[in-house]
């Protein structure tokens, strides 16, 4: 059995600066989840190995999400992303990109059952299914529907759209216990107060920005708000500046941020002035791969705080949405 070492996953390796400000209140843990028992092969050659540890979900009367990561070694981790009803369920796309980072996966499948017996994907599954291509690119190995005891699952991989294959039965004693894993738990700082300033409008964003120790060098931070829009974290950006070609790489780190610091929401804050397209296309590429929500950003704190939704650089309601599979 691949054993993952849960606590070492746990530890955050993202650099918390104190005397410029940083804190991080919230963290966002992996537990192990035992209600599920799946068997399967230690290495994965095929993604008929996959769907072989998943066949499990054939007797649930209920939807499930899982991933199932292929390490570098061709060693599997399979993750509980979420439960749902007969007919659906919620997809998170934030937990399993953050998850693929973490684990360095050389590939990821995404996995879910159907109750009804039917075997075809459904609109909801298709997009789903284009979202994390567009997320993972090549780490994407397909998507996996699971069916009823049929002894069949359906398959989508990219380029080769839909495919209903039969299971193939390995041999017995090349089977091991899959661990399972889940990303499911909030452990709070002690000094956090659950009472504290709600970040609710931009004036308030805006002079908690003007309040930080930024220093003379062009900066950035993400302030994590969580559900209640209460301030969760406070990271210092790994960027020097925000351009056109830092771009991704910078809304994935602030994705990864907001999902281990426990948040639902973000707003990026730089010090320095940015053009107005460039802020357009942080906004719209960080809800592009995330559904979190980027609230505002707040922008050249060193003269006088501006905030991006106020001067309708961005607007909050052309985000793309969560999907139910």
């Keep these: 059995m691949n054993y993952i070492d849960i606590d070492s996953l746990n530890k955050s390796d993202i650099p918390v600066d104190k005397d410029s400000g940083d804190f991080i209140y919230c963290q966002r843990q992996f537990s192990e989840n035992r209600s599920f028992s799946f068997f399967g092969k230690e290495k994965i050659t095929s993604s008929a190995d996959v769907a072989f540890i998943m066949k499990g979900l054939e007797s649930y009367g209920v939807e499930h999400a899982f991933a199932v990561y292929v390490l570098r070694d061709k060693s599997p981790v399979v993750h509980h992303l979420s439960m749902g009803n007969f007919d659906s369920c919620a997809f998170n796309y934030d937990a399993m990109q953050y998850t693929a980072m973490r684990l360095d996966a050389e590939q990821v499948y995404m996995v879910h059952n159907h109750p009804s017996g039917n075997l075809m994907f459904s609109i909801a599954d298709i997009r789903v299914y284009d979202t994390l291509y567009d997320m993972l690119q090549e780490k994407f190995a397909g998507s996996i529907v699971i069916n009823t005891t049929s002894g069949k699952y359906g398959i989508d991989v990219p380029?080769?759209?839909?495919?209903?294959?039969?299971h193939q039965q390995p041999d017995v004693d090349s089977l091991v216990p899959m661990q399972i894993l889940e990303f499911d738990r909030h452990v709070f700082h002690k000094d956090y107060d659950f009472s504290g300033q709600v970040f609710d409008?931009?004036?308030?964003?805006?002079?908690?920005c003007s309040s930080q120790r930024f220093g003379q060098r062009k900066k950035g931070a993400a302030l994590v708000l969580n559900s209640a829009g209460l301030a969760v974290a406070n990271i210092q950006l790994p960027f020097s500046e925000i351009k056109a070609e830092t771009i991704?790489?910078?809304?994935?780190?602030?994705?990864?941020?907001?999902v281990f610091c426990g948040g639902m929401s973000v707003i990026p804050c730089f010090t320095d002035s940015i053009p107005q397209d460039v802020i357009r296309e942080l906004y719209f590429e960080f809800n592009r791969?995330?559904?979190?929500?980027?609230?505002?950003?707040?922008?050249d704190i060193r003269n006088k705080a501006k905030s991006a939704l106020e001067h309708d650089i961005i607007n909050p309601?052309?985000?793309r949405k969560g999907m139910r599979l």
């Design 201 to 208: 409008t931009p004036g308030k964003v805006a002079a908690f």
């Design 317 to 319: 309601n052309k985000r």
């Design 289 to 299: 791969i995330s559904d979190m929500r980027m609230l505002d950003i707040c922008y």
């Design 159 to 166: 380029h080769k759209r839909h495919v209903i294959l039969e």
């Design 248 to 258: 991704p790489a910078m809304a994935r780190y602030i994705g990864r941020c907001t």
